[in-house]
């Protein structure tokens, strides 16, 4: 075991039987940084100001972030701790947290390649929600009638609700829409005819 | 002849073999061997239903009456596996309705159920007895109408922790008058209210009931009633356990619980008036499973209660318990072989509870049969590690959630590695692991030599390098699953051990440094796994190959890339996803 040990801290890979190298590459460290940093705000990393984490020379690069991060309210992390989503509800819970501080649905839109997810709580009623998904994806949407839906703009939005079914933003009161609407989509405005109520 | 063994008779030695892993064994011996065997085995369990497809299984199993069926990976429990991946049970049950009209029991676990499928169930196997859902999601008490109403011998209808919508539509009422076979009903993770006096009459009639788990929705002050009529009963979930205090319902309850003499274990207690405990004392000499895990009371009220169960086996509790209480516990309970201690407040900055390393040092100390821990506290030290590996090399299962990441120890400010190393060194029958607090690569070293029997290890926000992946993937034996989140891993270590991937159940890693890439590669490389890439923010081909990719899902598989993705997940090196990317 131990000479296994010593010969492998260089991971030589020419040794070894399987060699799946890609084509091209070498030995040569590629060194991406340790963990994903993607555009979800629910994955960032705490911005802790312990000390005690940054300590130690193995999470040197974690360390060289986290100094400059904002020292401010640290960000929660997705499944983390690793408790069940009904353990989190079982108790008076004395901070709020991620999962349950708000209504958090996936917005998609035709043509765009990435979602984005936003807090349905953030908003007061449907004018600052379309507001901010033509800000959020530079694009206009238009007026909601309720006999045209958004009959003259590009793009309409539409919302899964419980029941699975396609349904156009705006046809129900607003609490009863926060309360059912699953995810988001904003259609091209041909598409969506069919959604609205029409005569 | 040595082979003019009769059939029959091969075939009533096997029906003495239960175990898969033994009947598995007695299907390689010879064909002939084969074939008895795979017509007399009535009990499948597949752990991962994309290992293989219904047909598969219907064409060599034929006369199948029980089937287990685990869909999702582990990590969904935490949300890490986004909605929509898949685990549809509703193919197996259309295929199964067609091969196995006798079939009697379905255990599910992490799988996406539909009410359909629950109908389909319901009309499609006349004997039809067991129906255990773990952690499944995606039907509502319409489904469960369904099942209590049309299948005739029910014995046993079972919830655990799944996500039901709940309609209130009286599921409960839909179990006619004239059943009477049940002996488990579990309702627990239910959301709504149930009829009583449907509940009531149910239990009447069931003579043969064993285990009742109602949800919170049930009042205290209908348990007398409940359990008067329930006497043998063996495991009693609560609901509520919360009332005004009332002399007279205090008496009744006691007196109800005195006369179920066989009860063995508790759960429930949702919203504990800690007044009410004593009245369950009458029984707690035989209780050998407790649940507090919803119980939010201190610890004085605690220990009290867990001092009259002297025969305690397995223990779920939640951090209020405090040191305190795991002295008491130490002290009182000498046959505990399970500890579970939950978080009361995990988002929390700071603990708001004295619970620290020492209540699960003093654990390890008092109860010499203790063997699977589950245990989230805030700090933790080598030293306390080292003291727990030596007093208990019975162990099996350690899991250890501490709950800010990569704490180190709290005395030397050093990395946990050695004490993970002692536990891995000192327990050689440790089957289940997982790791948190601050951890170098040194760890999977220790983890790659000496754990030998492991046969599942969760990872999260640890290590410095593949190297530390590829301890564990070139060392550890028995590793069957393996789930890593937040660890700076990446594609060598899956290069060198791809071979490895086949003889494991799964690989799970996310927010790793794998490359889309490598995951093509691994994919092309071996037609025998699926390397699911699981990435919501956009195509990967769409992003440079060197990019990491957000979620990695690898496992063996005879059945081939499945069919029913989700617009985010992609199957590596099948002939078809290839071309939609060219």
Same mark, same amino acid.
């Given at each position: ?19 799946l ?70 108790f ?80 129900v ?13 904003i ?5 969506a ?7 | ?111 996406? =159920?539909?009410?359909? &499928? +629950? *109908? ?6 006349? @004997?039809?007895? /067991? $129906?255990? #859902?773990?952690?499944?999601?995606g ?5 469960l ?14 919830l ?33 209210? =149930?009829?009583f006096? &449907? +509940? *009531? ?6 003579? @043969?009931?064993? /285990? $009742?788990? #109602? ?12 359990l ?25 309850l ?24 004593? &009245? ?44 305190s ?81 990569r ?92 071979s ?14 794998v ?25 990967p ?42």
């Open positions: 075991m131990e000479s296994k040990v010593t010969c492998e801290n260089d991971l030589n890979f020419k040794a070894t039987e399987l060699r190298g890609l084509p091209g590459t070498d030995d040569s460290e590629k060194h991406t940084p340790p963990s994903v940093r993607s555009n979800k705000r629910a994955l960032s990393h705490e911005t802790t100001e312990d000390s005690r984490s940054k300590s130690n020379s193995g999470t040197s690069d974690f360390g060289d972030d986290e100094k400059e991060a904002p020292p401010a309210a640290k960000a929660q992390v997705v499944g983390w701790p690793p408790i069940r989503s009904y353990r989190k509800n079982c008076q819970p004395k901070k709020t947290e991620p999962e349950s501080a708000g209504i958090y649905v996936k917005v998609s839109m035709d043509g765009a390649p990435y979602l984005r997810k936003i807090d349905l709580k953030g908003y007061k009623g449907y004018p600052q929600l379309l507001k901010a998904l033509e800000i959020m994806f530079k694009l206009t949407i238009g007026q909601y009638s309720e006999r045209e839906g958004y009959n003259g703009s590009d793009y309409a939005p539409t919302y899964e609700d419980k029941d699975g079914d396609w349904m156009l933003v705006g046809d009161p607003w609490e009863m829409f926060i309360s059912s609407c699953k995810r988001l989509r259609m091209k405005g041909s598409e005819r069919g959604l609205g109520s029409y005569v | 002849m040595a082979y003019s063994f009769p059939e029959e008779v091969l075939e009533h030695v096997f029906s003495f073999i239960h175990s898969d892993k033994d009947r598995n064994a007695v299907s390689l011996v010879c064909k002939s061997w084969y074939e008895i065997e795979r017509w007399c085995r009535r009990r499948i369990f597949v752990g991962n239903c994309y290992a293989v497809s219904p047909r598969i299984v219907i064409r060599r199993f034929p006369e199948v009456r029980s089937v287990s069926l685990k869909g999702k990976p582990h990590f969904a429990d935490f949300n890490l596996v986004p909605e929509g991946w898949g685990g549809y049970v509703y193919p197996w049950i259309s295929a199964m309705a067609e091969a196995y009209p006798w079939l009697e029991e379905l255990r599910l676990k992490r799988m996406v =159920v539909t009410d359909e &499928a +629950l *109908e389909l169930i319901s009309r499609s196997f006349k @004997n039809f007895s /067991a $129906l255990v #859902l773990s952690s499944c999601e039907f509502t008490t319409d489904g109408a369904a099942i209590a109403a049309n299948c005739r011998n029910l014995k046993e209808l079972d655990r922790e799944c996500d039901v919508d709940d309609r209130s539509g009286n599921w409960l009422s839909h179990f006619p008058e004239s059943c009477t076979s049940l002996v488990s009903l579990s309702f627990s993770c239910l959301e709504g209210e =149930v009829s006096s &449907a +509940l *009531e009459r149910l239990v009447s009639r069931c003579t @043969n009931l064993r /285990a $009742l788990r #109602l949800n919170h929705s049930v009042p205290l002050d209908k348990l007398p009633n409940l008067r009529r329930a006497p043998q009963l063996v495991d009693l979930g609560m609901g509520a356990y919360t009332a005004e205090l009332r002399p007279e319902l205090y008496s009744r006691g007196n109800a619980f005195a006369g179920c003499k066989g009860l063995k274990s508790l759960s429930g207690f949702w919203d504990v008036v800690p007044s009410y405990l004593p &009245a369950t004392y009458s029984v707690c000499a035989g209780i050998t499973f407790l649940n507090l895990s919803y119980a939010t009371i201190q610890s004085p009220d605690l220990i009290k209660l867990i001092r009259q169960c002297r025969n305690l086996q397995r223990l779920w509790v939640l951090d209020y318990i405090e040191d209480g795991l002295n008491a516990l130490a002290a009182s309970c000498k046959d505990l072989e399970e500890l579970r201690v939950f978080p009361s407040d995990p988002f929390g900055q700071e603990a708001n509870v004295s619970l620290t390393e020492q209540g699960l040092v003093s654990v390890s100390e008092g109860c010499p049969k203790l063997q699977s821990v589950l245990y989230f506290c805030r700090q933790m030290t080598n030293a306390a590690l080292f003291t727990i590996a030596r007093n208990r090399p019975n162990m099996t299962r350690f899991r250890l959630c501490i709950i800010e990441p704490t180190p120890d709290y005395l030397t400010l050093q990395p946990l590695d050695a004490g993970f190393g002692a536990i891995v060194e000192h327990c050689k029958d440790l089957r289940r692991l997982s790791l948190s607090g601050l951890l170098t690569d040194l760890v999977f070293e220790y983890i790659g030599t000496h754990a030998q029997k492991l046969e599942m290890l969760s990872v999260a926000f640890a290590g410095e390098s593949d190297l530390g992946l590829h301890h564990v993937l070139s060392g550890c034996k028995s590793l069957r699953k393996l789930e890593i989140r937040d660890c700076p891993f990446g594609d060598k270590a899956l290069f060198v051990n791809a490895k991937l086949e003889t494991m159940r799964s690989l799970w890693m996310s927010s790793c440094s490359s889309f890439g490598a995951c093509k590669l691994l994919g092309q490389k071996m037609p025998r796994l699926n390397v699911e890439v699981i990435d919501e923010r956009a195509p081909d769409l992003r440079p190959e060197s990019e990491p990719i957000e979620r990695l899902y690898v496992y063996r598989t005879i059945a081939g890339p499945r069919l029913d993705m989700p617009g985010f997940v992609w199957t590596m090196g099948d002939e078809k996803s290839a071309t939609e990317f060219s």
